[in-house]
């Protein structure tokens, strides 16, 4: 066992991997050169068109042991990634890691083929029951979690070698032209697949609406992928993207906006060329109302709004308050058609978005994040990927990513979650290090991190309250009570990959 | 002295519920009146009031006004959650259904005797008297000098309507005539007077519009069933830009004329006397707490004003 800076005991080695303990957000520097993959040459007159799904894996060359991936952007309405291990099951292939961009609830039906060996593990965080159980100690898979920069990263570096990309395609042409932007299983962005297809060894399109060659607007290129192959649906469309973001109408919530937009205020942040991040949830959104109003009132011109983009962030764009956005998943509806018609509306990859290791990820221009969280603790540190519980249900997402690269990182939660203090002295995993956050807001008061004192006098002259966040957390525990320490066992179930490919903490199996 | 409190909001909380009462200390609402009585059910009124104790007790670092709305005192809950709850430092008591001077009466000669038991001082109990029937409205001069505990007076539109056999509307002109007779009531007597609730909690607008006719009426607050309407309702009662540099320049002027030692206060070749003064320092405190100024009035240069 080694100790990383943030006092977090992890594993030496993990799943025959020597891990990295985490020191600090910025310090790793490279080496050596993007991963490269082989190439290839396909003659005029052939055709990449294969039958079945079987066909295609048995055209990819996929063999025990290997690693396959795909994107998580149909989330909770994805077959694909079903189906594909259940092929794999039958054809007797065993020992397979699964690198996709994330695993959601849906892909619970996986867990007898991890339970009988065909599933081997997991180069990516699980949402859900895979989380939980692994947690519990019934399955016996190794779990790395990365972040979506951390993905693209570990891809692009090579340290994690997709053999074969299966790329659900919205709309897709024999040829292998691909966007998410329209068919029974419209997405939006591919900004996961993007790099999955840059760098796997086999790419293998997956659609259930082939079009006529060719496709356009172009998201991911004939030129990356091997084999085309068709299927009845790819997803089930009512789950692929939420029909309605709303703004929460809960006063706890609608309080937490509010103080956030008015940290937002008074950072001096919000000016021309201010660039957001928020995610789809009901506080971040109204988050964004009120941003959206200040900027309305101060005639403020945005530069671009990112990450998981909404209707919300749409109708900014469409209304001259940003000048882009860049967007590399879509959250809604409204999203998704805005993607297809507004040039300002960037699809971009993952590589582009978030990772640490090019010349200049997307986050690292963003002024102002809004993130969530299942914990915090007074180092500011947070958790998003245990619940209180010591389940592993969340992935990480772009969290570390964003709180990384931003001016600004607003961690925005209700001061009690069930009945847990949100604020502890120590979070149960470590997601994103404090180092990175800004500032917390809850609907009880303000903490704001050491690292920005201006902000915090600021603040304090606006009458807004400012609490240490040991006041804060004390004030939360006077309502609670105190919580018990969870009890863990020693064995490791997943380990958590910082950005930059460092371990900043290791999830272990709950003592039941 | 008259009571210059800033009341601008006064949320409703079921006493009956943990979750809601655990919020209290977050919303940014003047006072807060936690119910007993019609947000309670008959089964839970034992249950809430012990509860509502449980909490006043562990809230002690207080952010705002505190009132108890207890039952009417002519049922068998009324004294009972006196009992329970005054021990646990409530600001007030919010009175429902406040018709006669004598009912007050009966409350504050309780009120003195709670007092007595307790410890503190007498009149350490304010009282909300709550008018909220056709009686009450022609009672409202009668109750509004009953009890030197009375703060303030407080229109209720929705028993009001009831004991009146009609529907309440959107514009409210059938409260017209209530809403105003309460308010020379209170203003006569000089306590404040508190507008009836605005009961649905998606219409904001509608909210915004009749929270804009009390205050043109003379209304200094309102009273609200969910946390959302505060916002909305702070808006309304904020100064106006204007307003707050004008009284900022009244104040500076009396300060100007202590200094000179004159007697004689003028601004702008006006004399400022006595209203003056006083809207002044009204403005200012209530843009002290909409964040407009910086810091409190000079008390002292008012009142030596005066």
Redesign the interface.
Known sequence: MALNSLGREIPESYAGRKLVPYGDPYSITPSGSVAARRLRRVNPGASKLLSSLREAIEASGLKDGMTIATHHSLRNGDFLLNRLVAEIADMGIRGIWIASSSVHPVHAEIIPHIKSGVVAGFHCGVNGLIGEMASRGELSCPIVVRTHGGRARAIMEGSVQVDVAFIAAPCCDEYGNMNGYSGPSACGSLGYAQTDALHAACVVAVTDNLVPFPVVPVSIPQTLVDYVVTVDRLGDPAKIVSTTTRITTDPVGLQIASFASQVIEASGLLKDGFSFQTGSGGISLAVSDKVRNAMRRGNIKGSFGCGGITGYFVEMLEEGLFGALMDVQCFDQEAVKSIAKNRAHQEIGADMYANPFNAGAVVNRLDCVILGATEVDTSFNVNVNTESNGYLLHNTGGHSDTAAGAKLSIIVAPSIRGRLPIVRDRVTTVTTPGETIGVVVTERGIAVNDRHPELKEELIRRKLPVKEIGELQREICRVTGTPQPLQFEDQVVAVIEYRDGSIIDAVRRVKE | MPDYKLRRSLLYVPGNMPSML??I???NCDSVIIDLEDAVPLSEKDAARHLVKRFLM?YTDRNKELLVRINPLDTRWGYEDLKVVLPAMPDGIRLPKADTPEIVERLDTLLTEFEEELEVEIGRFGILPSLESALGVINAVGIARSSQRIFALAFGAEDYTASMEIERSRGGEELFNARTRVLWAAKANGIQALDTIFADVGDMEGLRAETELAKRLGYTGKCLV???QI?VVHEVFAPKKHEVEYALQVIEAIQRARQLGTGVISLGGKMVDAPVVKRAARVLRTAYAH?MVDTLIDEEAIHGAQ
């Open positions: 655990q919020n200390p977050i919303f562990q969910n946390p959302r916002e964040g």
